[in-house]
């Protein structure tokens, strides 16, 4: 039944107004062109009110046993993990039953305020679980954290609203961004395993940092429908755990196909027996070492003599290593700045929801979105005004072709990533071309933050999202001040089976304890924190 009125709910522009409108598009009207388009417009907005009286489709929740729960108090989170404690429970049975689960703040958990690690207000509380969190209650896990993360997932760890997230393996270190809380969650044993997401390294970064195992998976195998977006082509979500067997088992209760997703896929995707995909030994296996990965992207010595020893495990493991190149592998941050530019620019001119997709879009999400965006745009961080600022100009004063360039060198950076794979069955490189850097110790200069978004740090990591190519990270040894270093294995598109059987090779076979494993544990929440 709908309701009867005089008037719909949209009111038509004024002339002047239509005048104003036009000239952002350089049409210059009339006086008289502008009343007929005043008129024409007002006409239009018939057909958009009656879409307030059509019903649209809602989700139900399908758990909702959830305390909304509190900010940490006095010592309950010593390494500035969480944002928020909660308690959202899952099914009672299932393969992650009993197991804890931390969720970093820019996914959504119906009932939970999403910070993403900022201050704007109005400050949304979603309605709608994510479909990642939607599938970890399914399988019987319980969130028990929001984790801290850089604000609006743009930063190396020390840009979040809430402070930085500390290392576990030594608080005076970053943990890596924007995943920051999610990595030091999982490490200090807060809970079992986390959620972070990456768009340029963000699952991984954070991992290797920690000790910890990190999958970005193949894109668009993980449904982003929940998330806040950045980019739709290099918005993934990934599991963060202390083992290669609970990544892998986490990663098959969240993948697949989803209705409700924005990314695409040609075929829709459907989770792999991952959980299964172990291996003692790699006899016959060809592995890549990519030799941009090392040198030319900056990897610091200590990080190399890692890597050595990984490569001389992988051998004794029965691999056979082959060096492969990727031209345009150190140039992958150059084009990725390109990607994200316009893409943050076109995010935000949709209320971060993006725009040519067949997804599901949460309107109280974008209508949030468009407020914090007018009322808090002097709190929006640094890299974000930057990127605005810098893809508007490009467009007005360069035609916006610096866009078409950069995707046309990704496609090319895709291709070459494909046929260094062509040979061998994985790549390998480290992560991260450095251990952690120190935290700064008080408020940063005007400037400072600018100079540590971690551009440095990304080498190895940006390129495969914007390829999308699946990369886990596991740890392989110790760097300067006995922080951790990352072994990143990259597979083909869907090939997360083969990438799982090499970690987890490995990781049996290296008998190295990472700092993670030995912190198991520490600072556990008790049950029941949230009340």
């Known amino acids: 039944m709908f309701p009867i009125r005089a008037t719909g709910h949209l009111r038509g522009p004024s002339a002047e107004q239509v005048t104003e409108y036009a000239a952002k598009h350089n049409l210059r009207l009339s006086p008289a062109e502008a009343e007929r388009a005043a008129a024409a417009v007002t006409t239009s907005l018939l057909a958009m009110d009656r879409l307030d009286e059509l019903d649209a489709p809602v989700i139900e929740l399908r758990h909702t046993t959830r305390d909304p729960g ?9 390494f500035n993990a969480v944002v928020r404690f909660c308690e959202v429970k899952g099914a009672e049975e299932g393969p992650l039953a009993g197991r804890t689960v931390g969720v970093k703040d820019c996914i959504a958990v119906a009932g939970i305020p999403t910070t993403d690690g900022g201050r704007r207000m109005p400050l949304p509380v979603p309605t709608e679980d994510a479909v990642v969190v939607e599938r970890l209650l399914d399988a019987g896990a319980t969130i028990t954290m929001k984790t801290n993360m ?13 402070g930085a997230a500390r290392n576990p393996v030594d608080p005076r270190f970053s943990t890596a961004g924007s995943s920051s809380g999610s990595g030091a969650a999982v490490a200090a044993g807060m809970v079992d395993m986390a959620l ?7 699952v991984r970064m954070p991992a290797a940092w920690c000790g910890l195992v ?13 998330m806040s977006y950045m980019d739709h082509t290099l918005d993934h979500i990934g599991p963060i755990t202390k083992t290669v067997a609970d990544n892998a088992l986490m990663l098959e209760t969240i993948a697949g196909y989803d209705w409700r997703d924005p990314q695409w ?9 991952y959980s299964q995909a172990t291996a003692e030994s ?14 030319p992207v900056g990897c610091s010595a200590d990080v190399l003599e890692a890597f050595e020893g990984a490569k001389e495990q992988l051998v004794g493991l029965g691999a056979t290593l082959a060096s492969v190149s990727v031209p345009l592998w150190p140039d992958s941050m150059t084009i990725a700045m390109g990607i994200i530019s316009f893409g943050l620019h076109a995010m935000v001119a949709s209320g971060g929801q993006g725009i040519g997709h067949m997804g599901r879009i949460d309107v109280e999400k974008l209508a949030t979105n468009v407020a914090q965006t007018r009322l808090g745009a002097q709190d929006l961080p640094p890299m974000l005004k930057n990127s605005l600022i810098t893809a508007e100009y490009l467009c007005d004063a360069y035609l916006g072709v610096h866009f078409g360039r950069a995707q046309n ?3 090319e950076l895709r291709h070459q990533i494909e046929a260094a794979l062509d040979g061998v069955d994985v790549l390998i490189m480290p992560t991260m071309p450095k251990v952690a850097f120190e935290l700064l110790d008080g408020r940063a200069e005007p400037g400072v933050m600018e100079e540590r978004t971690g551009v440095d740090f990304v080498g190895n990591t940006a390129a495969l999202d914007l390829s999308g190519h699946p990369a886990l990270t596991v740890p392989c040894g110790l760097g300067e001040h006995g922080l951790p270093v990352g072994l990143q294995i990259v597979g083909r598109h869907l090939a997360e089976c083969r990438m799982y059987e090499v970690g987890s090779a490995f990781e049996a076979a290296h008998g190295f304890e990472s700092p993670a494993q030995q912190l198991g544990g520490l600072v556990a929440a008790e049950p029941g924190l949230a009340a």
């Open 70 to 78: 509190r900010a940490p108090r006095g010592g309950e989170d010593p």
């Open 150 to 162: 850089e604000d609006l997932a743009l930063g190396l760890g020390e840009g979040s609203f809430f």
């Open 196 to 202: 972070g997401a990456d768009e340029g390294g963000s």
């Open 214 to 226: 990190g999958m970005k998976a193949t894109h668009g195998l993980v449904p982003s429908y929940g």
């Open 265 to 273: 896929m040609r075929a829709a995707p459907s989770a792999g027996p």
């Open 282 to 295: 790699l006899g016959g296996l060809r592995i890549g070492v990519l030799a941009e990965g090392l040198e």
């Open 409 to 411: 060198l990704r496609l």
